[in-house]
């Protein structure tokens, strides 16, 4: 099966501080990844569309100079929430979709993000 | 505009069957997926269905009909393990998934 990892899963920084997420298909090949937040009890937002080796693609209302997002291969991608604030405070997943599947996503375990 | 209708919260019984359903108004058509999120964790892939018809996998079978704009998700033979919230999504013309809000169903003794 296709695994993605994700780390860390649980992260406590202090407000002000940046905080970088990592998100790696293991054993498969992913042109493209999608970030999304998750707040309680509310459904997945998508924040951005990373394809490797482009810029991202952040939906509307998401600072893309605020969560920084590379894809600088075909198995990992990078999601810095920058200068860090308690309503960063979030369940922020990613997910990957293989290369020349059409649509079928895995996801990573997440990432809790409390922000003090 | 897009659109993902699906119910806010179903209770059901251990061992009875449950239908949720989603209806869809998107741009283009490339396939419904249907994914089981547990309270604080990823979701976890059900069902994918891009032509009409039942699509059955065990105790779960997804259904779809493309000129109504509809899908349901059948559980059979209910679980406890099976109270999560269940989302239904959509691609659309141009591969992008839109998401519903997601069913949480309650599954009671």
């Known amino acids: 099966g296709a695994v993605v990892s994700q780390h860390p899963s649980r992260v406590i920084c202090k407000s002000g501080t940046s905080v970088k997420i990592e998100c790696r298909s293991l054993d498969f090949q992913a042109t493209t990844m999608f970030w999304y937040r998750q707040f309680p009890k509310q459904s997945l937002m998508l924040m951005a569309t990373?394809?490797?080796?482009?810029?991202?693609?952040?939906e509307q209302g998401v600072e893309k100079d605020k969560f920084l997002i590379n894809h600088a291969s075909l198995t990992l991608s990078t999601l810095t929430v920058t200068s860090a604030h308690p309503e960063d405070s979030s369940f922020y997943i990613c997910?990957?979709?293989?290369?020349?599947?059409?649509?079928?996503?895995?996801f990573g375990e997440g990432s809790r993000l409390t922000v003090l | 505009g897009q659109n993902i209708d699906q119910p806010t919260e179903m209770t059901a019984t251990e061992g009875a069957i449950v239908q949720i359903n989603c209806t869809y108004q998107t741009s283009g058509f490339n396939g419904l997926f249907w994914y089981q999120q547990h309270a604080g964790e990823a979701p976890t892939f059900l069902s994918y269905n891009v032509l009409d018809g039942l699509e059955e996998k065990g105790r779960f079978s997804s259904f779809l009909s493309r000129s109504k704009g509809y899908s349901y998700l059948l559980l059979k033979e209910l679980q406890m393990k099976d109270s999560a919230s269940y989302l239904c999504a959509v691609m659309d013309s141009n591969y992008q998934l839109i998401w519903g809000a997601g069913t949480k169903l309650i599954i009671k003794p």
């Open positions: 997910s990957a979709k293989r290369t020349g599947d059409t649509g079928e996503l895995f």
């Open positions: 990373s394809n490797e080796g482009s810029k991202a693609t952040y």
